[in-house]
């Protein structure tokens, strides 16, 4: 079954980086996209970007354009986001999420989810 | 970018009501590739129609969604006390993908 398994919680500083991870499982990595989704505190969801881990290619959200960057490494089917800069306002629980493929084409619904990831931007 | 409103914010029904849930893009979706998600408290968001209208696996048939273009509609009949939750809209016909600002199904 697929399996998307998150990194644990993270507590940062202002102006500090995080990387989250996503482990993939249950499907073959190279076939599908992962994206990144947070929600913050009591508010809706938020699409940052995905990468395809075939190619290494990304998309970002022009919000996040300029402070995050996602990677892969095949070797071990897990997918990261790092985001710089951090802020009281990036607090939130960040998301990977994986599409759907019908007959080939893929599309950009999420039917798998991780479980999330808490990171805390304190002072 | 697609801008996706989603009204109202909250609606407060009792067990058994049905809710109409509306999302209103910016500009045309295409090819109606608009889903629709359930999301609860420390809970991942569940995915419940995709393509406007066609049911996720396992999704109960009480939910149903619907429109096309600008306008689509998610229906919740017979409500049942698990489904009082968020509900998300979220766009897939742009690379740049979106999501509504969500709804609120609360128990009256």
């Known amino acids: 079954q697929v399996q998307l398994v998150q990194s644990g919680a993270e507590v940062k500083k202002p102006g500090a980086s995080v990387r989250v991870s996503c482990e993939a499982s249950?499907?073959?990595?190279?076939?599908?996209?992962i994206h990144w989704v947070r929600q913050a505190p009591g508010q809706g969801l938020e699409w940052m970007g995905w990468i395809n881990p075939h190619s290494g290619a990304t998309n970002y959200a022009q919000k996040f354009q300029d402070r995050v960057t996602m990677s892969r490494d095949t070797s071990i089917t897990t997918a990261y986001m790092e985001l710089r800069r951090l802020r009281s306002d990036d607090t939130a629980v960040y998301y990977c999420?994986?599409?759907?493929?019908?007959?080939?084409?893929?599309?950009?619904?999420?039917?798998?989810w991780g479980r999330g990831t808490l990171v805390t931007v304190s002072s | 970018e697609i801008v996706l409103t989603q009204s109202p914010g909250s609606l407060s029904l009792s067990p058994g009501d049905t809710a109409t849930l509306s999302c209103r893009a910016s500009q045309s979706v295409t090819s109606n590739y608009l889903a629709w998600y359930q999301n609860k408290p420390g809970q991942t968001p569940r995915l419940l129609i995709y393509g406007a209208s066609n049911r996720a696996s396992g999704i109960p048939d009480r939910f149903s969604g619907s429109g096309s273009g600008t306008d689509f509609t998610l229906s919740i009949s017979r409500l049942e006390p698990e489904d009082f939750a968020v509900y998300y809209c979220q766009q897939y016909s742009s690379s740049r993908l979106t999501f509504g600002g969500g709804s609120k199904v609360e128990i009256k």
């Open positions: 999420a994986r599409d759907v493929r019908v007959l080939g084409t893929l599309f950009w619904y999420f039917a798998f």
């Open positions: 249950g499907y073959t990595f190279t076939e599908y996209y």
